[in-house]
């Protein structure tokens, strides 16, 4: 072999060990980083579940920026889009828990779904869904080692759900200001007392524009 055809042949095997090399680190790479399971465990993780928190606090905030001023039952009403009932329940220094649903009437009786009871804290802005009557989609299995925390799960689960939601609202148009928000009778969303008189109890028990 010519010297010139020397250089040659071993700057071609330097080139393919490279490259050996460099696949050899690809694959390394591939098979021990981060895999889909541990992706989807850090995005369910804590400091994500607060940035939801604080997402629905400004999704909420935008929905109902009035909120300070409502008391009782309101609803708010959009064309070709289905009544949507908020109720305050407590405030406190901090706090404020309301609810969000839509109302159903069928032959089994009075349905409020998803009735999401929620909870504002003013001072941290954060919004928690604690809890809604939504079917669940699917079922959380038991915890185990590198496996994501059922409660935590839940959690998230419930107040993605809830930011889903509340923008879908803001998209059909629903906002609780003065002046366009509708006073309702709060036994209209009471199911002990729907169940107990009906609604010839409380129809026509009138609304007024707040």
Known sequence: MSPAGSKLFYAKRYARGVCLAGCANIRQMLYTGPDIASLTR?????SRLIHVYESNFVRLMRLIPS???????????VADAMDLYLS?????????????????????????????RIRVYHDVRSVELLYHTRRRLRRVTAWRPGRR??????????????????GFCQ????????????????????????????EGSVFGAGESVV
């Open 171 to 198: 998209r059909q148009g629903h906002v609780f200001l003065n002046g366009t928000a509708v006073n309702v009778d709060p036994r209209l969303l009471d199911l002990k007392y729907y169940s107990l008189f009906g």
């Open 88 to 116: 305050i329940h407590e405030r406190t220094r901090y706090t404020t828990t309301l609810s969000l649903t839509y109302r159903f009437e069928s032959d089994a009786g009075l349905v409020l779904e998803p009735n999401a």
């Open 42 to 46: 850090e995005s369910h993780s804590l």
């Open 149 to 166: 925390r059922p409660e935590l799960e839940r959690k998230w689960e419930m107040n993605r759900f809830l930011q889903k939601w509340l």
């Open 67 to 77: 909120l300070d001023e409502f008391e009782g039952s309101v609803k708010s009403r």
